[in-house]
């Protein structure tokens, strides 16, 4: 049918068909700005204006909107030098959201936009209320909102013409005497920023090729089965399929989908197809066809004879003798202690000194059981990959991952293609947060490139995203710690049992950072301080449920829930105060990482020194934010209220200390490389991989500071396996400290060429006297050349030279920062429901390069961590099938139900990095959930320990603590 | 899979469009354009007028493709009805959704089913303008749509009503809801939502001395994979109680 669209005030004709969605329509079209987050609605991604309203592109069919004004991003203003074109430039609300530092990954930037516009339109000073209403409809997974929220007021404050709007939710604290850096420490534009504001074609699905095939992925309807065939007959025929792919049309080749460095340290346990099916989603076989459509339909015309087996749904079930076991492939390949007779795919045992004497020396033994649930890392935009032969016949692989080189190097067997005949580039991404860190769906497209010589793109539903990728590793985990009266831990012991899914990608190294990060924060005090006493053992085991994986905090927070729970409730039990406690038990600097002697990611462990250590400024900082003095053990204020229940509302206030770590010692490897233009410009290529953070700003800014000149001045690029050096990806926290230490030394070797070229043209004698400043390199005498000129006669005029230069840098420590982090909740204690009021976290950070980015990754962290706490759960049926496919039942927190959040900064000075940096990045998704947990016992005096938090919990721990106190009272 | 798309411009022309096979109505598209199981025409309903909130003789008609926005924006809408509205949908898929189109496709989960429940709303059913009973429309409402339509949905008076509910975050689906209204006569509806293929009507008549029993033994099987029927029952009398509570001492010196 032919249809008429108003877009952007501009007329077109389209030939769509009945059932084509706007959004489908709109794509087509080329208006990228709008994206697929999920099937219905609730992610808001695919926002357009309709009719002046924000609507869900994706819920509207083209025809529909015919006769209605539509507004996309697209129209909102564009960059304003387009060469000898001037255009009328941004529009306020681009503009404020990129000097806000309100986009991350940009993903959803567009549709917030639009959301806001919407709301200028009609109200054009709005209160923050107002706003966080107008922006509810669109899901953020990086920002926590806080920043897209203030942006709006920025923006609103200007279009009025009134006083210009600041924040005032964030702090920073020096410890360090003030620094005289330029660029570095100063808060700057994301280099992204302006470019994602406009919703330029800037990820994996914004291209369209000639001839391009959609594939999909039939996926298992059951949890454990062997195929005994597959018809795929009916489905072949149907026209417009190109090519079907099951387990006998591809090589069998095992590998692991962990994207980590080699060896990878696990099991290989995986196939792109196999004749067995281990989870329902697991992978059955692959369709290529002309259109999405055309690939569902063949999809569902495939049959699939299944003998079905028993399968095993809970970890504990798992390691019962005579349980069904998941891997009996002849392939299989063992890692350490990994034993698929025995369905685990790893093991770990680490005794840190005299376990058992510590306890005999305790005078209290505590110990209790606590869970963590299965979450996922929901990123906005899906998995999503485009493959292609390209003209020299090499695969390029175009796709959203956080590790692009790792994606090359274990797919080349499994293709069966050299390394180099394989070409990877990873684009913007939306999102990843561990979920990118994994070889997903990059092999499907590839086999069906492969299979039809032609492009193939394949893009994960949210409903593929909830069934057959990854999730954080649910856990069991039992505490054991030794205390005398005066609160010193003599032994603390931490026994995990670890689920790791179908398959074992990540499962050692995940489950043993529960231990070597949680584990390592109290060792003690007096002589245990020398000599902690520490244990921790995992097992981590197959069940028939979608596999585990990376997710930010990569294990640590699995670790810090049962911890400071426990911490919380030995302080209860020997009436000590909390905070002075913890604070007597912490490590403290110049102190070994107590786990660094024995284990090591799978890899030969070695001693490590902590340098910096600026806890006890955290929790000074966090306290004064909090309120904390003027709250803990304050009965008028625990029944504080300001609701029409007012009786049955109790507030409670509570803290979790915590640490992460920066990289992987000895392991993590980034290289950079940088050359000089022109017109003293410089390229900065980059492996490491920027999924939304703001590494490239971080990385240019580090590079600016060496070279003199403006960050507007290194145009950085990441990644591209052809061109870009080696960086092990964008994981483990080592983006600002591994490969900004590559960035610092290649930008030092350019720096060096500089100076002895600029000495050259000034007849200077001594060329490491010259300063290099603001694009200028200067001599002591005054005189000065600027850099267009070195490069003009160091490109074109003298001893003709491209200055530039490589340099990689591997870890030798691994730095921890520290956190205090504290939360504020009322809750129900006739419904057991509870609120959120306030979140507060201060952060040992050593030196923040952009505060603008790295706030936003505190706050953004901190609201993932506040879903992991009290709503975010994957659960599954007796048979294996997912409770939540989709946003409705895997809630995500809204712009309009966030608690209040303030982020500090506590700038140690790490002397491992030549700025002093540790990573910001994980530590927020740590502490929040315990802090909730131990608000909860402040509030109304009930224990929970397994997550997520829901209001049953808490009001059944209530009612058996009154029975119980019922049944005291009676029995005295 | 929709194959053809129809936009009339008047009921006559949209009853004859709904008589052809295979044919539904199309009011928001939030749900239709998810439905990807079945192969059906469409006939769109904006262009027929039926997105009025028309105020008269103390009684509300809203049309039926008003959308929840709409709703939620009317000042003539009831305060807590306007919070259940909220809970529905989050903001944009409120732009789009129609109060029509929910009710065909809502379960017991929906804080606006629950709360035209308990506000006594009728249906209203095109071509011959049958009014229906909120509660006989739920039980019957696949067979009793075929072929027709809703064209508005009547708020019988203007009464006094509150809502409650408990879930995991402040706009997360509630895992138990109490919807309540009471008129001058003292006659009151309770309604549970947050379970169920749809809101349960637990009350019609004068208010019970205990309250939270009547709620509680109508929830007390309400169990599925997001709470027990033990803490929905609980809830239920807990909410019940509150929602009377905020009535009487909200409105009750009117």
Redesign the interface.
């Known amino acids: 049918m032919n249809i008429n669209l108003l877009i952007n005030g501009v007329q077109s004709d389209f030939t769509v068909s009945p059932g084509d969605t706007l959004f489908t329509v709109l794509r087509k079209a080329g208006y990228y700005s709008i994206k697929f987050g999920d099937e219905h609605g609730f992610s808001g991604v695919d926002t357009v204006l309709l009719d002046g309203d924000p609507i869900n592109s994706g819920l509207i069919l083209a025809a529909q909107a015919e006769g209605h004004k539509i507004v996309t991003a697209e129209a909102l203003g564009d960059f304003p030098d387009q060469g000898w074109k001037k255009t009328e430039g941004l529009h306020p609300l681009q503009l404020a959201f990129i000097e806000t530092g309100a986009i991350q990954c940009g993903y959803c930037t567009p549709a917030q936009l639009l959301a806001s516009k919407a709301l200028l339109d009609k109200n054009p000073n709005p209160t923050e209320e107002d706003i966080r209403e107008a922006l509810s409809g669109v899901l953020c997974r990086c920002t926590g909102y806080q920043k897209p929220v203030e942006a709006v007021l920025v923006a609103a404050s200007k279009m009025r013409n009134d006083i210009p709007f600041e924040s005032s939710s964030n702090l920073m604290v020096p410890t360090d005497s003030k620094n005289d850096f330029k660029t570095v420490g100063k808060p700057a534009i994301k280099s992204d920023a302006v470019k994602l504001a406009q919703g330029k074609p800037a990820f994996t699905a914004d291209i369209e090729m000639k001839g391009m095939l959609f594939a999909k992925v039939l996926f298992s309807p059951h949890a454990h089965a062997r195929i005994r065939s597959i018809d795929t007959c009916r489905a072949g025929a149907l026209p417009g399929v190109a090519v079907i792919l099951t387990w006998k049309d591809i090589p069998r080749v095992v590998y692991s989908t962990a994207g980590q460095s080699d060896p990878i340290p696990g099991p290989l346990d995986t196939f792109s197809l196999d004749n067995k099916v281990r989870f329902v989603g697991d992978r059955v076989a692959f369709v290529a066809a002309e259109s999405i459509e055309i690939a569902e339909k063949a999809i569902k015309l495939i049959k699939v004879d299944y003998e079905l087996l028993d399968p095993v749904l809970n970890s504990s079930a798992a390691q019962r003798d005579g349980a069904p076991i998941l891997h009996d492939e002849p392939e299989y390949q063992n890692f350490a202690n990994s034993n698929p007779q025995k369905n685990l795919a790893a093991e770990i045992r680490i005794d840190i000194g005299d376990v058992e004497k510590g306890f005999s020396e305790a005078d209290e033994i505590i110990e209790e059981d606590y869970e963590v649930s299965k979450v996922q890392q929901a990123h906005l935009e899906p998995h999503v990959v485009v493959t292609y032969w390209d003209a020299d016949d090499r695969l390029v692989i175009r796709t959203s991952t956080q590790v692009p080189f790792h994606v090359r190097r274990v797919l080349a067997p499994v293709l069966n293609l050299p390394i180099k005949r394989i070409r990877v580039i990873k684009p913007r991404i939306g999102g990843g947060f561990g979920g990118k860190q994994e070889i997903l769906i990059e092999d499907i497209a590839a086999h069906l490139t492969i299979a039809t010589k032609r492009p193939v793109i394949l893009e994960y539903t949210r409903e593929d995203e909830f069934i057959a990728s990854r999730s954080r590793h649910p856990m069991k985990i039992h505490m054991k710690t030794g205390v005398k009266k005066d609160g010193t831990i003599t032994a603390n012991e931490m026994v995990v049992l670890s689920n790791t899914g179908a398959y074992g990608c990540h499962a050692l190294t995940v489950t043993g950072n529960t231990g070597h990060k949680s584990m390592a924060l109290y060792i003690g005090d007096g002589k245990y301080r020398k000599s902690p006493n520490i244990r921790f053992y995992a097992d981590v085991v197959y069940t028939n449920t979608p596999p585990s994986g990376a997710f930010r905090g990569y294990g640590v927070p699995q670790g810090f829930w049962p911890l400071e729970r426990h911490m919380e409730i030995i302080a209860n039990k020997l009436g000590l105060d909390p905070l002075e406690f913890r604070q007597k038990n912490t490590i403290r600097a110049g102190e070994f990482h107590p786990f660094s002697t024995v284990w090591n990611e799978g890899r030969e462990p070695r001693p490590e020194v902590i340098n910096t250590v600026g806890l006890e400024e955290c929790v000074r900082q966090g306290k004064l934010a909090i309120g904390w003095d003027q709250k803990y053990n304050n009965q008028s204020w625990h029944s504080n209220h300001h609701n029409s229940h007012k009786s049955s509302i109790r507030k409670g206030i509570g803290v979790a200390l915590v640490m992460q770590g920066t990289a992987i010692p000895y392991l993590d490897m980034g290289g950079a490389s940088i050359k000089m233009n022109d017109d003293g410009s410089f390229n900065l290529l980059v492996g490491a991989t920027d999924l939304g953070t703001g590494s490239d700003t971080v990385l240019g800014q580090m590079a600016a500071e060496i070279l003199g000149v403006p960050l507007d001045d290194i145009i950085t690029y990441s990644s591209d396996t052809d061109f870009t050096p080696f960086d092990k990806g964008a994981y483990a926290s080592s983006t600002t400290y591994v490969s900004g230490t590559a960035v610092v030394q290649a930008a030092k070797l350019v720096a060096e060429r500089i100076r002895i070229r600029a000495a050259e043209l000034l007849k200077a004698t001594e060329h490491d006297l010259i300063i290099l400043m603001d694009r200028k390199a200067i001599s002591p005498d005054g005189r000065f050349v600027y850099y267009t000129d070195i490069a003009l006669s160091t490109l074109h005029h003298f001893k003709q030279e491209q200055i530039m230069a490589v340099a990689s840098f591997v870890a030798e420590n691994s730095p921890p920062p520290f956190a205090a982090q504290f939360a504020e909740v009322s809750v129900d204690t006739e419904t057991g429901q509870i609120v959120v009021d306030k979140l507060v976290m201060a952060v040992d950070s050593g030196q923040i390069i952009n505060p603008s980015t790295a706030f936003g990754q505190i706050e953004g962290g901190m609201t993932q961590a506040l879903g992991y706490a009290l709503c975010e759960e994957m659960v599954y049926d007796n048979s294996g099938k997912a409770r939540e496919k989709d946003f409705l039942n895997y809630h995500i927190f809204r712009a309009n139900e966030m608690p209040e959040l303030i982020s500090i900064f506590v700038e140690t000075k790490e002397p491992s990095h030549p700025f002093g940096v540790k990573a910001v990045a994980e530590i927020p998704m740590d502490g929040v959930a315990p802090a909730i947990g131990n608000a909860i016992w402040d509030a109304i005096g009930v224990e929970i320990k397994t997550l997520p938090i829901t209001p049953e919990k808490i009001w059944r721990a209530l009612k058996s603590k009154n029975s119980n106190h019922i049944k005291t009272n009676n029995l005295q | 899979?929709?194959?053809?798309?129809y936009?009339p411009q008047s009921l006559p022309d949209a009853f004859l469009l709904l008589n052809k096979p295979n044919t539904i109505p199309?009011a928001?598209?939030?749900y239709i354009?998810?439905e990807?199981n079945s192969e059906f025409?469409?006939v769109?309903l904006?262009d027929l007028g039926l997105d009025k909130v028309v105020v008269q003789n103390q009684k509300i008609e809203i049309g039926s493709t008003t959308k929840l926005?709409q709703l939620h924006q009317n000042q003539h809408i009831p305060e807590f009805f306007r919070t259940a509205i909220k809970l529905e949908a989050?903001?944009?898929?409120?732009?789009?959704a129609s109060l029509g189109g929910l009710l065909v496709t809502c379960d017991g989960r929906s804080p606006v089913a629950t709360s035209l429940l308990a506000l006594d709303a009728r249906i209203i059913l095109d071509p011959d303008r049958e009014e229906i009973l909120i509660s006989n429309f739920f039980s019957f409402r696949s067979s009793i749509t075929r072929k027709r339509l809703i064209t508005s949905i009547i708020l019988p008076s203007l009464q006094n009503f509150s809502f409650a509910y408990?879930?995991?975050?402040?706009?997360?689906?509630p895992?138990v809801s109490t919807a309540m209204s009471m008129w001058m006569n003292g006659r009151s509806r309770l309604a549970l939502g947050g379970y169920g293929a749809q809101p349960l009507l637990v009350i019609d008549g004068q208010i019970l001395d205990d309250i939270s029993l009547a709620a509680r033994s109508a929830f007390s099987n309400a169990e599925d994979?997001w709470?027990?029927a033990y803490?929905r029952s609980?809830?239920a009398g807990?909410?019940a109680t509150?929602c009377l509570?905020?009535i009487k001492?909200k409105f009750g010196k009117q």
Do not use: C, H
Request: no cysteine; aromatic share 6%.
């Open positions: 899979m929709i194959k053809k798309y936009r199309l928001g598209g939030t354009t998810t990807i025409n469409v769109d904006q926005q989050p903001l944009n898929i409120r732009n789009s408990v879930a995991r975050t402040p706009f997360d689906r895992i994979e709470a027990s803490y609980e809830m807990v909410l509150r509570k905020i001492n």
